[in-house]
């Protein structure tokens, strides 16, 4: 009888790494999505704007079983609107799909198809990553507008990838820079003499509560923290009639509402200082939304864990780099202040260039003298007031917590920002400047650009036209 042969050390070692290669593919494919193991798998780096919620990797891959190449681009073009169709509609996006379903466009849609996301915007691709944070092909303008030289003069001999150049043209977003409104808006002044921001409700209302609604609500808990139930009394909370366990223990709440009972007891709720987003969106449902499309909350909005600021690529502030990102990291728990999570709350965590000369800045200035007095509300400058712009919706008014809105392309901040107080061309001269925006706006803008003059040169031309027909045909 022949016994085995005894493996070799070497295919020992071999059979070992291959088992635990195996092990660790099968794991990561099965396990959750926030463990490490997955990230082995990243096809390549994920872009700036992505790169919070790569691990969940089903929001925009397919995993029910679907292979081909069609369907899998249609579960990317789904998974593309769910996050950013409600910013294209406000945007009132100038390349929707649905502009490409008319059979006219049909030899063009070979060469670049406009109706799918993906024909510009790829993940994992490093390489072709702008530092927009995008993958945009320089030329995907020239495939549809290679003629406009026929029909704009003014555009003649231009580089056919010098379309996107701020100031000029959006592929969606273009509300500060079509034609009719550079023109409306040209040889405005470089600070107009209205210069104001939107007020909040409270600003407007003012921030007195009547002594009734303030006698109607006491600490609901006995042996609540003294120094917390005075800056609590103080707070928009307790004007509005907001309670400890409103917030601490939702679930009692309810409880009690749906028992009419007094107590908690018997209802298996315990006491939470951790204070969930769904809370909070119980009354700032605007605010929670937008907060959950932007960079600080969109990994919950994928059902990942709260950013950690060590996870932000701009550089950050080495003492903060354990705090989680939720509501209470600038509004503080029982201190209704707004000012502090305007400015102090952002550079707590940012350390980069731009917001490090913020406080040397003219706009700081005229937030220290809105602070002390000095101005009318609405004409200081904060963080927020550029990268949270406050909206205006019918008699009310709220923060935009979406900073991603107004980020980028830098040109959207144009018409929701900077025009509340510059006039159009002056905007546009500033944000084209990316050194300007390192040092905070702290100078006026040296370069120009020639998109409002050129609209405005248009127009008057195409006026005096309608004119001399005018005359022509009164003769």
């Known amino acids: 009888m022949k016994l085995p042969v005894p493996a070799s050390p070497k295919f020992a070692v071999w059979m070992v790494m291959n088992m635990a290669i195996a092990g660790v593919a099968t794991y990561a494919l099965v396990a959750p999505s926030t463990t490490v ?90 390489e072709r990553t702008l530092a927009m944070g995008l993958t945009i092909p320089r030329d995907y303008c020239w495939h549809c507008h290679q003629d406009v030289a026929e029909s704009r003069v003014s555009h003649e001999g231009m580089r056919y990838d010098s379309c996107a150049t701020t100031g000029c043209h959006n592929y969606h977003d273009n509300r500060a820079l079509y034609e009719k409104y550079l023109d409306e808006h040209h040889g405005e002044a470089d600070i107009l003499d209205d210069a104001t921001l939107i ?4 600003q407007q209302n003012g ?56 107590t908690t007891a018997g209802f298996g709720t315990a006491w939470n200082d951790h204070v969930a987003l769904d809370t909070c969106r119980q009354c700032h449902a ?35 780099a354990h705090r989680q990102l939720n509501c209470n990291s600038c509004h503080a728990a029982h201190v209704d202040d ?58 009310d008014t709220f923060v935009n917590h979406n900073q991603n809105s107004v980020l980028r392309p830098v040109e959207t901040m144009v018409r929701d920002v900077c025009q509340r107080c510059h006039g159009l061309e002056f905007s546009l001269n500033a944000v084209a400047d990316p050194e300007l ?4 706006f702290d100078r006026p803008p040296e370069q120009t650009v020639t998109s409002v003059e050129m609209a405005h040169e248009w127009f008057e031309q195409r006026r005096k036209r309608q004119q001399s027909r005018k005359r022509s045909g009164s003769r």
């Open 37 to 126: 193991a997955r990230r082995i798998f990243l096809p390549g780096e994920t872009t700036h704007g992505h790169y919070q919620i790569e691990l969940a990797c089903n929001q925009c891959h397919q995993t029910n079983g679907g292979n081909d190449e069609s369907n899998a681009s249609n579960v990317m073009q789904d998974a593309c609107l769910r996050c950013h169709e409600t910013d294209l509609d406000t945007a009132n996006d100038t390349h929707p799909a649905s502009k490409f379903n008319d059979p006219v466009h049909a030899d063009l849609l070979k060469t670049l198809d406009a109706q799918s996301c993906l024909s510009c915007h790829r993940e994992h691709v490093a």
């Open 286 to 320: 605007r605010q929670s939304e937008t907060f959950l499309r932007g960079k600080h909350g969109m990994r919950l909005a994928v059902g990942l864990p709260e950013m950690q600021v060590a996870m932000a690529r701009l550089p950050m502030r080495s003492d903060a």
């Open 199 to 202: 007020l909040l409700t409270s």
């Open 437 to 440: 925006a390192q040092t905070c």
């Open 338 to 395: 707004v000012q502090y999570a305007a400015v102090d709350a952002c550079l707590g965590c940012h350390n980069d260039d731009h917001s490090l000369a913020y406080l040397d800045s003219s706009h700081a200035e005229l937030w220290r003298q809105e602070r002390s007095g000095d101005i009318d509300a609405g004409r200081g400058v904060t963080c927020a007031t550029c990268h949270m712009p406050r909206v205006a919706t019918g008699d």
């Open 207 to 262: 921030d007195d509560q009547t002594q009734e609604t303030q006698t109607q609500v006491v600490p609901d808990i006995s042996d609540a923290d003294p120094q917390i139930v005075r800056q609590w009394s103080s707070s928009a909370h307790f004007a509005a009639g907001v309670n400890c366990t409103q917030c601490h223990q939702p679930e009692a709440e309810d409880s009690l509402a749906n028992h009419g009972t007094t």
